[in-house]
C-alpha cells in the first residue's frame, strides 16, 4: 500500500479500515510504500494488490496488463485549497472558492479581510 508517510491517519485508509471492520475483516499491508508508481509496479510483478485513485488507473503511466475493479460504493479524498497569505488566483482560470457546489466548503468571499460563508 502506498503513501506510507501518513500511515492509518490518511482519509482514505481509514475508509478503508472502517469498511474492512464492517464487514468483519482487516487491511493489514505487507509493504508498505511512499509512491503508487512503486505499488503498482510490486503489482505487476505480481507481487500483490493495491488500490489506486480513478486518475491513476487512467494515466498513461498505469501498467498495462493490470485490471482494476471499483468499489460498490466509491472512496472519497479529503483535499485542501492551499495557497500563501495574500496571494491572488492565476489569471485565465477559474477559482475554486468561486464553484457553486455545496459540497466544497468553507467557501470565502471578498477580498481582504474575508469572511467565512457557509451557504451555498
Given at each position: 500500500?502506498?503513501?506510507?508517510?501518513?500511515?492509518?491517519q490518511?482519509?482514505?485508509?481509514r475508509?478503508?479500515?472502517?469498511?474492512?471492520?464492517?464487514?468483519?475483516?482487516?487491511?493489514?499491508?505487507?509493504?508498505?510504500?511512499?509512491?503508487?508508481e512503486?505499488?503498482?509496479?510490486?503489482?505487476?510483478?505480481?507481487v500483490?494488490?493495491?488500490?489506486?485513485?480513478?486518475?491513476?488507473?487512467?494515466?498513461?503511466?498505469?501498467?498495462?496488463?493490470?485490471?482494476?475493479?471499483?468499489?460498490?460504493d466509491?472512496?472519497?479524498?479529503?483535499?485542501?485549497?492551499?495557497?500563501?497569505?495574500?496571494?491572488?488566483?492565476?489569471?485565465?482560470?477559474?477559482?475554486?472558492?468561486?464553484?457553486?457546489?455545496?459540497?466544497?466548503?468553507?467557501?470565502?468571499?471578498?477580498?481582504?479581510?474575508?469572511?467565512?460563508?457557509?451557504?451555498?
Amino acid at each position: 500500500m502506498y503513501d506510507a508517510h501518513y500511515g492509518w491517519q490518511d482519509p482514505t485508509r481509514r475508509q478503508l479500515a472502517e469498511r474492512a471492520q464492517l464487514a468483519g475483516v482487516s487491511v493489514d499491508p505487507l509493504i508498505e510504500l511512499a509512491h503508487v508508481e512503486a505499488a503498482l509496479g510490486l503489482v505487476a510483478a505480481g507481487v500483490g494488490d493495491t488500490i489506486a485513485g480513478r486518475a491513476v488507473v487512467a494515466g498513461a503511466s498505469f501498467p498495462a496488463g493490470l485490471r482494476a475493479v471499483p468499489f460498490a460504493d466509491p472512496l472519497y479524498d479529503t483535499i485542501a485549497l492551499v495557497k500563501r497569505p495574500r496571494a491572488s488566483a492565476v489569471r485565465g482560470r477559474p477559482r475554486a472558492g468561486h464553484r457553486r457546489d455545496a459540497r466544497v466548503r468553507p467557501r470565502y468571499r471578498g477580498g481582504r479581510g474575508r469572511r467565512r460563508v457557509t451557504g451555498p
